[in-house]
């Protein structure tokens, strides 16, 4: 039988090793304190908030003195489904998204192509950091740009005026065109990422097998890339369904379901939190849908 003897002549242990080691001996205690205040961030002001916005979704608004009435009332939503304008502008905020998702994803492939598999290898990381480098500017100064650039006599009638043609002003096609140029880094990263990581086994494979370079393409690159492709959608359609911004600076009177939802929040608030949930909607039902491609997986 052997004892353990106290060490002689050695330091009692501070405060801090003591603490250590008490954490070391009880791991769920560690894991509690370091999850702890993430997942109460998580649970109080996103969860929760995402709570109130449901729950104040279904008062009501006293029609003389705009003050909310907590009394329980599905009227909203009915108002929502039933009346024309809502339906529009839902529609047309989805389309204005899909529409930027593909714009995003048709401009983006290209630009990784080249940054992830033609470029030198040296200047890669450069091209990678100049995609990056409209991130690093406020959202409003690109937004204000963009206004300047489309305005009457501006750049971009400026340009096209020797073709005989003109800038399509302010109004839907320049909110898509300025929400393309905003969030397009969002896609062009994840397709760059899954470029790079494409084996070039599978490519020199694909060309002893006699492939021409759009069999390639198709049988080969495009499956691997899709679900980055995937991935980056998630970014641009949910960051492009839910502006309201761009839509207030260069969309003229273009009303998408962001700005419907600022013009309420004064006079509806409960209308106001009923339309902010079919963002929401339909948000979670794309990531859904976008989750079975396995795209997720690679976030």
Not at 195 to 218: C, I, N, V
Request: hydrophobic fraction near 55%; aromatic fraction near 10%; include cysteine.
């Amino acid at each position: 039988m052997t004892t353990t003897l106290p060490a002689e002549g050695r330091p009692a242990p501070g405060p801090v090793r003591r603490l250590a080691g008490a954490l070391h001996r009880r791991p769920r205690l560690r894991l509690t304190l370091l999850l702890g205040a993430p997942l109460l961030w998580l649970a109080v002001l996103y969860l929760g908030s995402l709570a109130v916005l449901f729950v104040s979704a279904f008062w009501t608004t006293d029609t003389f003195t705009s003050e909310v009435v907590k009394v329980w009332s599905t009227d909203n939503f009915r108002e929502l489904f039933t009346e024309p304008v809502y339906r529009q502008v839902v529609l047309r905020s989805v389309g204005v998204a899909l529409a930027v998702t593909v714009l995003c994803a048709v401009l983006a492939f290209p630009l990784a192509f080249y940054t992830a598999r033609v470029a030198r290898p040296r200047w890669r990381p450069f091209l990678v950091v100049a995609i990056l480098t409209p991130l690093w500017a406020s959202y409003l100064v690109k937004v204000y740009a963009w206004r300047l650039i489309l305005s009457r006599d501006g750049p971009a009638d400026q340009v096209l005026a020797p073709f005989g043609l003109e800038g399509p002003g302010y109004g839907l096609p320049a909110v898509v065109l300025t929400l393309t140029y905003l969030w397009l880094p969002y896609m062009i990263l994840p397709v760059h990422t899954a470029l790079a990581q494409l084996p070039d086994s599978l490519l020199e494979a694909s060309a002893d097998l006699g492939a021409r370079a759009w069999r390639t393409f198709r049988s080969v690159v495009l499956p691997m890339v899709l679900p980055s492709v995937a991935a980056g959608s998630v970014f641009t359609f949910s960051l492009s369904l839910g502006d309201y911004i761009t839509v207030q600076i260069v969309g003229g009177k273009t009303q998408l379901i962001g700005n419907v939802v600022y013009s309420h929040i004064d006079l509806d608030l409960p209308m106001a939190a009923a339309l902010g949930t079919v963002p929401v909607v339909v948000i979670v039902l794309y990531l859904l849908a976008v989750r079975r491609t396995g795209a997720l997986d690679s976030l």
